[in-house]
């Protein structure tokens, strides 16, 4: 791996920390470009280099952060990622505002997102609305954080321990290791349920036991004994009593006044398509893009598209990004 220059960046100040780093909002020094600095603490080496890897994997990805540079933290000798600045309005504050309108434009854009990374062997593993970022002035959406993403392999054992608890998917909850891209596309129908719904999380549960009780309490219980049946998933013995004997609840059944509007038939068939107990029987996001929901955005998104932003799949991508990417990158709004 080849490293920039510390020197070359300054930090603003910190916009966040998670478990595994924290991320600032930093300037390229020599153009003035505002950049986002993600300094991560010291875990496995072979974690650091996956998530960089993955990063480079996807560069000119649409919708996808992209990475412009790292350099190494001169104290613990830790890679930090200078990644595209921007200007993100908070989930809290920004989702209440959308229009049914907005909600299909910006999940169809997180639906290219998952579908390019899926079409390169690459799963997300922690979408979240934490993890999209979204400038409505730009109209632009970014998925972020690509410190759990893992390259897919066809019978691999994954670690479960993965995704935050709202939006695991229930193989998680049941220690289904052998999980694909459709992991992702369930932590995606609780976003997309939250936004329809005007109840965020959608799922919430207490922990992560509490979380697959909320599940069945919607999806249904014969579902879900007929899903870990399939798979022969353990089920907790405590757990059995509280999982029993629910039926599935119509997605009719949470339209309230307030969010009636976004509630149409289209987004009702969509969400059915994407929380399904069973991996293979979800949409895919490929199939969740050319559902009927999307058909009145699809025209501004193929407006917006450019050849950046529109990668040839077949294109190699993966060049170590050096220092020099940054200036030839669009800058980002203050």
């Known amino acids: 791996m080849s490293f920039g220059r510390q020197s070359d960046y300054e930090i603003v100040r910190r916009l966040g920390r998670g478990k595994y780093s924290e991320v600032f909002e930093g300037v390229a020094i020599q153009i003035g470009q505002p950049c986002t600095i993600k300094v991560l603490k010291p875990v496995k080496q072979k974690k650091i280099l996956r998530e960089i890897k993955v990063l480079q994997d996807l560069c000119g990805a649409p919708n996808v952060v992209q990475l412009l540079d790292v350099v190494c933290e001169p104290s613990t000798q830790t890679p930090c990622l200078v990644q595209e600045y921007v200007d993100n309005v908070d989930f809290r504050e920004l989702?209440?505002?959308?229009?049914?309108?907005?909600?299909?434009?910006?999940?169809f854009q997180l639906l290219r997102a998952l579908d390019f990374c899926h079409m390169n062997g690459i799963m997300h593993r922690d979408v979240k609305p934490h993890n999209v970022?979204?400038?409505?002035?730009?109209?632009?959406?970014?998925l972020i954080d690509w410190g759990l993403a893992e390259f897919y392999h066809a019978g691999m054992q994954y670690n479960v321990r993965v995704a935050s608890r709202y939006f695991k998917g229930p193989e998680l909850l049941v220690d289904i290791q052998d999980y694909d891209y459709s992991l992702d596309l369930w932590s995606f129908g609780c976003v997309f349920a939250a936004l329809i719904f005007r109840r965020e999380p959608f799922f919430r549960g207490k922990d992560n036991a509490d979380q697959l009780v909320k599940i069945v309490h919607v999806l249904g219980s014969d579902d879900f004994f007929?899903?870990?049946?399939?798979?022969?998933?353990?089920?907790?013995?405590r757990l059995l009593p509280a999982l029993q004997n629910f039926k599935r609840r119509s997605w009719q059944s949470y339209i309230t006044p307030e969010c009636m509007s976004r509630c149409t038939p289209d987004a009702l068939d969509l969400l059915n398509g994407l929380l399904v107990y069973d991996m293979p029987a979800r949409l895919t996001a490929r199939?969740?893009?050319?559902?009927?929901?999307?058909?009145?955005?699809?025209?501004?998104?193929?407006?917006?598209?450019?050849?950046?932003?529109?990668?040839?799949?077949?294109?190699?991508?993966?060049?170590?990004?050096?220092?020099?990417?940054?200036?030839?990158?669009?800058p980002a709004p203050h």
């Open 95 to 107: 989702y209440p505002t959308l229009s049914d309108y907005d909600v299909r434009y910006y999940m």
């Open 133 to 142: 970022m979204i400038d409505p002035t730009r109209r632009q959406l970014k």
């Open 226 to 237: 007929a899903f870990v049946a399939k798979y022969n998933a353990p089920v907790e013995t």
């Open 287 to 330: 199939e969740a893009m050319d559902m009927p929901y999307f058909d009145m955005v699809r025209a501004e998104v193929s407006g917006s598209m450019s050849p950046s932003s529109s990668p040839d799949p077949s294109k190699d991508t993966t060049t170590v990004v050096d220092s020099s990417a940054i200036a030839n990158t669009p």
